[in-house]
């Protein structure tokens, strides 16, 4: 595995948006339609999908995600009106929102715009105040697919407030920053997974995150024969409707019957041991926390050493898990599972599993780079015949964090 550079702060300085995503150009020229001159910043930030690791990130455990080639595109400018406001468009939902920029805000409607206030409040909570700025959105990471859409839109907020201001977030402080911007204003007690790996995604891999020791490790991807296949099962799942919030509280009384500060230490043996943990459905949620991250690192071992075949298996291993154990799976994610599991090795499938907080969103899928075309034709085929409903999948390869995005001079 490759470490990163140990002077993260100089590292998060570098440049680091890839050439420019295809909605960098739209954001501009959008932008300039809107507000009569260019942007003086286009800033992307990249969703992602977790390969394996799930809902171990706020227990202090370990993920592997990797950044993906779906960007949240925000192009900003200075205002004219300078009144103290960030005003907003979201092409997505064709609305706009003003924002105060002096820490004022609280959480309201629209919805959407809270991930904004947040990131606008936690700057001048550090008295860091922005100036008066226009700014357009453009996505193309799906919404309520747990790939991160709210992640990026807090990160590339973060990133433009960094341009505008002058003032550069070392790494992890530019997570936390966002998770505590989602954990306020949009009442969803997330983990750091998210936001860390779209400031920190690399093209050269997945991300092995320890969330407790708070280390990252590249963890080398780039075999050509194997791709990574994202299939979306358009029911989207929403995060603050209070179920994410009860898991992480009967995890929180998993880790308090076991004397521990969290499920980070904790061993199987531990979990299953005679009696510690009373209630059956808080030792199952334990169980899979612990197991996850002996299965989080194997893969991590699996994955750099091209074992691909043992990749595969763990992350069949870890969707059971979380729809028997942690419960958070669905009648659509399992189908698109199953169907990826009856297509098998000799489809070119190695292993498949839910991404994301679970409830809806999507599935990942280690697939051979020959049969990706066949197998992505058959699992949506196939899923709207046993569900009715219209899947969609899409190909990703390991992509950078955020950062500034330099448009072509035309």
């Not at 501009?28 to 809107?34: G, K, T």
């Not at 100036?131 to 697919?145: E, F, H, K, T, Y």
């Amino acid at each position: 595995m490759t470490s990163l550079p140990a002077d993260l702060s100089a590292w998060a300085a570098s440049p680091r948006a890839p050439s420019p995503p295809p909605l960098a150009t739209a954001a501009a020229r959008l932008f300039s339609e809107r507000f009569g001159a260019a942007p003086r910043w286009v800033v992307a930030a990249p969703g992602r999908v977790n390969l394996i690791g799930e809902h171990t990130d706020y227990n202090g455990g370990y993920v592997l995600p990797l950044a993906i080639d779906r960007h949240v595109v925000v192009a900003g400018g200075l205002s004219s009106a300078a009144d103290g406001r960030l005003r907003a468009y979201s092409a997505a939902l064709d609305r706009s929102v003003d924002i105060r920029l002096d820490g004022s805000e609280l959480p309201g409607e629209p919805s959407w715009a809270n991930y904004l206030r947040g990131i606008v409040s936690a700057f001048c909570q550090r008295g860091i105040i922005p100036p008066s700025l226009d700014a357009v959105i453009l996505s193309d990471v799906p919404i309520g697919g747990g790939l991160s859409s709210s992640a990026a839109l807090e990160v590339a907020t973060a990133t433009l407030l960094e341009e505008a201001t002058g003032v550069r977030l070392a790494p992890w402080d530019k997570a936390r920053l966002c998770q505590k911007a989602e954990h306020d204003f949009a009442s969803v007690p997330c983990g750091m997974m998210d936001q860390l790996t779209c400031v920190l995604g690399d093209e050269a891999g997945a991300l092995l995150i320890d969330c407790a020791g708070e280390s990252v490790r590249v963890v080398p991807f780039a075999d050509a024969s194997v791709e990574v296949l994202i299939c979306n099962t358009n029911v989207k799942h929403a995060l603050a409707d209070g179920v994410y919030a009860h898991r992480r509280r009967q995890c929180a009384e998993a880790a308090q019957a076991l004397g521990l500060s969290s499920l980070r230490a904790a061993t199987p043996e531990m979990v299953e041991e005679g009696g510690k943990i009373a209630d059956p459905t808080v030792r199952r949620r334990a169980r899979h926390v612990v197991t996850e991250n002996l299965r989080t690192l194997a893969a991590a071992q699996y994955l750099e050493a091209g074992q691909f075949g043992e990749v595969g298996a763990l992350m069949y291993e870890s969707h059971h898990s979380l729809r028997d154990d942690f419960e958070v799976s669905s009648v659509e994610l399992d189908a698109l599972v199953d169907i990826a599991r009856d297509i098998g090795d000799r489809g070119g499938v190695l292993g498949a599993r839910m991404t994301g907080g679970g409830f809806g969103g999507c599935i990942v899928a280690l697939v051979r780079s020959q049969h990706t075309k066949a197998v992505a034709e058959r699992l949506e085929r196939e899923y709207a015949t046993r569900t009715g409903r219209a899947a969609t999948t899409f190909v990703s390869r390991p992509t950078r964090g955020a950062g500034l995005v330099e448009l072509p001079v035309v």
